[in-house]
């Protein structure tokens, strides 16, 4: 049911990232996420400037089951949120992995990429999940 | 079908009163007075217009309010097995003796030699709470659950502050506890960290040893867990925290699950908070009023807030902050709320200490028979390795993936079957799941009905699935869009005029 793009890295904590440009990175939450939270219903996002380190609280996301804190894969400073999802929190859910992406950050330390995982080995961990 | 058990749910689809308003029409038609404009207020401060209240006869506004009020599904009126909620039956008698003239008309701020009755019941409720949870001291004064736990946690901030012991800023919580714990420790300036629950349902010790250290303020745990059973490593939870400098958090939540069995005290527990309105029968539900007392290890009885009630021997008084100099200090403008505090105590000399083990007792009973009953009929458990405690949970990821009915569904469709659904999706880390906590007051017949129920609700899902996804069907309502309330929030009724 679920997919994990393989030019992604992901997060136990089921974030995925993307390379934009030289130290940029775009973050989102996965599909099995998505899918697993059900319908969104509000995206509260983290302020552009904002300094993140690795696994901080920096955006909540909310539906009709839960509300669930995003963590940030990397260390950096948020350099864009996406306005789209104040108004449109469902894009998370139609679009995972394009239009429904959270924030982008300039990253400080790019080792922090060696620890998140690969597509096949975040299917797997949301496989178990599934037991 | 049970059409006939939710009869008066059906009855009417009323609308709001407002739609039946007419210009003119009061509840005092037959016995006309003259109307008097008060000379007292001044003219520039009355109104030019009338407020835009629902114009209606005394019968109308009778009619619709009952109509309303018949609509409830209420524990009076149905099994209502909300799971981490306890709603239990709180006897009618705790409600009639607490109504007594002398406890009612009692007024907080009376001199207390007029008041001894009142305090003395408020010490006893001390005293009793005491001695049921372990603790060294209790306070009553905070208002509800919430106010309690705030009151706990800052109790444990004024601990590590009045030692300067100020580098601590962070309280582990369980990835299933309460989404009030991390809230609370968020209100009181700490960070929070979640460690995870193992498949057995027990904290992860090892997760936790990472997490601990001269950072950690304390830890915050519900035993029995938000999962339903008993953690089993919880003097060895209490000493890791303890080594670190922590301290432990104890939510009073599931304490009927072990009244009069064991105590969060002797688990080593340094705090905890009291949600009467679950365990003690006071009203529940609806926002209060509440009470939610707050009992302390020896360590933290400075900082208990005010007031208290003390006892010299010869009277009652109220222990202020004069008396308690490092209280963390009031909470509201006086004490609780003393009427649901007198519920709680009628309760507790009610059932007296022969009849709290039996609490438990009943309550664990009751929710391990629904358990093996609901598993004979092929429901999946979700720590079918462990005996429950009040509560158990089952998960139906089986039937939303095979056969595309939900959780949700399922409990939609026991409201056409007369009972409240349970707790559902929580907590958050079991999938689809039900959080079923039948209580100590329900009987057999109640139970099996729930469980008759279930099985009916199984087997239309296996062969009418597009049925039970549409349910409930004998309701006032049928399913609610919940996302698209979620995402237009929209609660002002406006008039057809207004509207447009």
Partial sequence: MSNAPSHLKYAKSHEWVELVSDDTYRVGISDHAQDLLGDMVFIELPEVGQALSAQDECAVVESVKAASDVYSPLSGEVVEVNEELVENPDLVNRDAYGDGWLFTVKASDPGELAVLMSADEYIKLSRDDDH | MSNEMNSNLTSHQDGVIFEKSHRGRTNDCQSPRESSTSSVI????????????????????????????????????????????????????????????GFLNYHPLAPVETGQGFMSCMYELQEILKEVTGMKEVSLTPMAGAQGEFAGMAMIRAYHDARGDTARCEVICPDAAHGTNPATAVMCGYKVKEIPTKADGDIDIEALKEVVGPQTAGIMLTNPSTVGVFERRITEIAKIVHDAGGLLYYDGANLNAILGKVRPGDMGFDVIHMNLHKTFSTPHGGGGPGAGPVGVSERLIPFLPVPMVG??????????????????????????????????????????????????????????????????????LAFPSRRATHEFIVTLKRQAKTLDVSAMDFAKRLLDY???????????????????????????????????????????????????????????SRRLDDVRAARELDIVWKSSEQAS
């Fill in chain 2, 418 to 476: 007369g009972y409240h659904a349970p707790t559902t999706y929580f907590p958050l880390l079991v999938p689809e799941c039900f959080l079923i906590e039948p209580t100590e007051t329900e009987d057999k017949d109640t139970l099996d009905g729930f469980i008759d129920a279930m099985a009916k609700i199984q087997a239309e899902a296996e062969t009418q699935a597009d049925m039970v996804k549409a349910a409930p069907y004998t309701l006032p």
């Fill in chain 2, 311 to 380: 006892y010299d021997g010869e009277q009652y008084r109220w222990l202020t902050k004069k008396d308690c100099p490092q209280s963390i200090g009031q909470l509201s403008a006086f004490a609780g709320n003393g009427g649901v505090l007198m519920r709680a105590y009628i309760y507790a000399r009610l059932l007296g200490s022969e009849g709290m083990p039996r609490i438990a007792e009943y309550s664990v009973l009751n929710a391990n028979y629904m358990m093996a009953e609901l598993q004979k009929k092929g429901f999946d």
């Fill in chain 2, 42 to 101: 001044p003219i520039s401060l009355l109104r030019e217009s009338p407020p835009m209240l629902p114009e209606v006869s005394e019968m109308q506004a009778v009619r619709h309010f009952t109509r309303l009020s018949q609509k409830n599904f209420s524990i009076d009126t149905h099994f209502y097995p909300l799971g981490s909620c306890t709603m239990k039956y709180n006897p009618r008698a705790c409600n009639t003796l607490a109504m007594l003239p």
